[in-house]
């Protein structure tokens, strides 16, 4: 009968804040994300960010043939945003 291999404990290392990991998401380290990242990042479909853009609601930076959301556009129209729902009637 063979014996079990001996395992190493895994030690946790550090984390570089330019490592994307499943806990770390683009956005955190990126400057500028897709409109897929966006709106993965604001839990809304491509079409809506979409249309957000088209609004004027969500700004944009094109770079070359790109068309890149800047973080802090993406903070910025949430804070527009609660914003106004604070002001709303919830009923």
Same mark, same amino acid.
């Given at each position: ?31 500028? !994300?897709?409109?897929? =990242?966006?709106?993965?990042? %604001? ?7 979409? &249309? ?8 944009v930076v094109r770079v070359g043939g790109r068309v890149l !959301?800047?973080?802090? =556009?993406?903070?910025?129209? %949430? ?7 604070? &002001?709303?009637?919830?009923?």
């Amino acid at each position: 009968m063979r014996k079990p291999a001996l395992s190493m404990p895994v030690i946790p290392q550090p984390m570089a804040p330019y490592m994307v990991t499943p806990e770390r998401h683009a956005i955190e380290w990126k400057a500028a !994300v897709s409109i897929e =990242e966006a709106a993965e990042a %604001l839990s809304l479909g491509r079409n809506n960010l979409l &249309s957000l853009i088209k609004e004027g609601r969500l700004g944009v930076v094109r770079v070359g043939g790109r068309v890149l !959301v800047p973080r802090d =556009e993406i903070h910025s129209f %949430l804070n527009r945003e609660t914003s106004h729902d604070v &002001s709303r009637d919830p009923s």
